[in-house]
């Protein structure tokens, strides 16, 4: 299966192309990244590759596990795009990822880019290829990169 979109955790980017829509976005993931509200951000959990695992506490979560993961519309909130993990992939206990814009509450594990019009923007690519009959859009979660010790050599 082809992969649309990737996540990459440590480097905190939302990259691909979903038919004809290119994304390039800075987006956070876990650790209540993308939160409005101040000082409320876990700069541990906050796209720390090793606290995929992490949910204790009310805001207590890292970013959502590595795997592939099917994108649809969210059920109940139309601005949002539901992430369904794909067979094979380990949730480490987890659930209820999707791709949205920033709020009060931030990330609980699910990605959060910067601007809000860039969910919008997935969301259409989303729905064109639904009305032209193709497979739902796939997105890959890694942990690569040269920012990937930034959270051993400095927690």
């Given at each position: 299966m082809p992969v649309?979109?990737?996540y990459n955790?440590?480097?905190e980017q939302l990259s691909g192309t979903i038919d004809?829509?290119?994304i390039d976005v800075h987006a956070g993931s876990g650790g209540r990244a993308g939160s409005t509200t101040k000082g409320v951000v876990n700069w541990y959990l906050q796209n720390?590759?090793?606290?995929?695992?992490?949910h204790r506490g009310p805001h207590g979560f890292g970013p959502l596990p590595l795997?592939?993961?099917t994108m649809?519309?969210?059920?109940v909130h139309p601005h949002w795009v539901r992430l369904v993990p794909l067979a094979g992939s380990d949730m480490l206990?987890?659930?209820g990822f999707a791709i949205h814009p920033r709020g009060p509450i931030g990330s609980h594990g699910c990605?959060?880019?910067d601007n809000a019009q860039d969910v919008i923007r997935i969301l259409h690519a989303i729905a064109h290829r639904k009305a032209d009959g193709g497979p739902d859009p796939i997105l890959e979660v890694i942990a690569v990169g040269s920012d990937l010790d930034r959270k051993l050599t400095t927690a």
């Open positions: 649309d979109l990737t955790i440590p480097e004809a829509t290119v720390n590759p090793f606290a995929t695992g992490v795997g592939r993961y649809l519309q969210h059920e206990g987890r659930s990605i959060v880019p």
